[in-house]
């Protein structure tokens, strides 16, 4: 095997959640060698200071400032520096290194990608709200100071993996694979009295609770479309979704010659992870391989929209551009908050979501805004909580 050039200066943000942990994993399993310059949490201050001391990092953050002083407790000694507020999450972000892992969850993780993007690193993008709230402009912050964003999606790694870019021309359809989620053979009744309990309980994946909720609505598909627009510059209608419950294939590029390129691997993040680590390298590990005559028969349908109202809601958004995926984001991240604070009943988040971005728009609160890309989306996200709350507040109140 020839030497690979894989990055030696990383940073994981957000270490502690499901796709950093996969990450720290993944790293640990390749034998890579890393110097670690930062990782990063929102408030869980002991899983941090434990990767802090196994990972060395120069830097420890956490966002809950309220945390600092324990995770200062439980690194004294160690050396590793430690902050905490949104703020030193962006710095740190920002520190020198070549390769960022941005798995922070949410609107959140925009300005953290968008520091790491204007310091020239490369980005492991797994943040998809970041894009779907400032695609174009992240991605041409990262192209002008000489980084790049790769996806770590898996849908998206798919197509990265299999769209030659020197053709995009030639790409008549995006395929989008989903698993369906939870609910995808359950009936509108069962939809309507689902608990967070039965909507977080993915078939294959244990992940994050907001992108579980998302799997369980289809948000999530309906933010990936917008994210491989952006990705992969593809209009709206030339991107479509594809129900696979197994999750074998994770995507497919169709060309106008009528040939169809498929991405297939088991179901798990770390091959993405692997994958953007070592671009355009492969990385060698002890990957958990597929094997297709186990993984049997693999089926396909086309997703029920009257079910998964949430998939139109975002190409729709997509369509009309400007602020609505931003706000739809927000509206999006809203719901599902009041619903697994069990405000809202599951089929009142796409409800929370459409009705939002419909209050938004006759009040001209979608097109009417100053400042550059990141000011508006943060001025439009701010917009769409309050909406989003009143409209949350007023189905509490029904
Ligand atoms: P998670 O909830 O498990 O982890 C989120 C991480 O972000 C944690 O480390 C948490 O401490 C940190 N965090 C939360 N709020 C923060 C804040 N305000 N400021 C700073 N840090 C904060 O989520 P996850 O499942 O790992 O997902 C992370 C991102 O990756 C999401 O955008 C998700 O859509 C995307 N993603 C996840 C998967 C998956 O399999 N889990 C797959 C594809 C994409
Ligand atoms: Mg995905």
Redesign the pocket.
């Known amino acids: 095997m020839g030497t690979l050039s894989l990055p030696r200066k990383v940073s994981v943000l957000?270490?502690?959640?499901?796709?950093?942990v996969s990450t720290l994993d993944l790293f640990e399993q390749a034998q890579v060698e890393v110097d670690v310059v930062a990782l990063?949490?929102?408030?869980?201050v002991a899983r941090l200071a434990e990767q802090a001391l196994r990972w060395r990092p120069a830097l420890a953050v956490l966002?809950d400032e309220s945390g600092l002083p324990e995770l200062r407790e439980r690194l004294k000694g160690s050396g590793i520096e430690t902050a905490a507020g949104?703020r030193a999450?962006s710095d740190a972000a920002a520190a020198d290194a070549q390769w960022v892992m941005s798995?922070?969850?949410?609107f959140?993780?925009l300005a953290p990608t968008l520091a790491a993007a204007r310091a020239g690193a490369v980005i492991a993008l797994?943040?998809?709200?970041s894009l779907v709230c400032a695609g174009p402009s992240l991605l041409r912050t990262a192209k002008l100071a000489g980084g790049a964003v790769v996806p770590?999606?898996?849908e998206h790694s798919a197509i990265f993996q299999v769209l030659d870019p020197a053709i995009a021309d030639s790409v008549s359809r995006l395929i989008l694979t989903s698993s369906g989620g939870p609910f995808r053979d359950a009936t509108p009744d069962e939809m309507a009295a689902a608990t967070p309990e039965r909507a977080l309980a993915h078939p294959n994946?244990s992940?994050?609770?907001?992108?579980s909720i998302?799997s369980a609505t289809m948000m999530?598909k309906g933010l990936e479309v917008i994210e491989a627009a952006y990705l992969f510059s593809m209009p709206p209608d030339r991107i479509e979704v594809l129900v696979h419950p197994q999750q074998i294939i994770h995507s497919l590029v169709e060309y106008a010659d009528g040939s169809t390129l498929a991405q297939l691997g088991p179901p798990d993040?770390r091959p993405p992870i692997a994958c953007a680590f070592a671009w355009p390298d492969r990385l060698p590990w002890p990957a958990p391989k597929l094997d297709l005559v186990t993984a049997g028969p693999l089926t396909f349908q086309n997703p029920d929209s009257s079910r998964f109202p949430a998939l139109a809601i975002a190409k729709q958004a997509l369509v009309t551009g400007g602020e609505a995926p931003a706000a739809m984001n927000a509206a999006n991240e809203r719901a599902v908050a009041a619903f697994l604070d069990r405000r809202i009943g599951f089929l009142d988040i796409p409800r929370v979501v459409a009705e939002t971005l419909e209050r938004m728009d006759r009040s001209s609160e979608l097109s009417s805004r100053d400042g550059d890309a990141v000011e508006r989306a943060r001025g439009t996200d701010a917009a769409a909580r309050r909406v989003a709350d009143a409209v949350v507040s007023g189905l509490c109140a029904a």
Do not use: Y
């Open positions: 957000g270490s502690t959640g499901s796709i950093g990063t949490a929102g408030r869980n966002e949104a999450v798995a922070i969850v949410g959140a993780g797994a943040n998809k709200e770590v999606d898996s994946f992940m994050g609770a907001k992108i998302d999530n993040m």
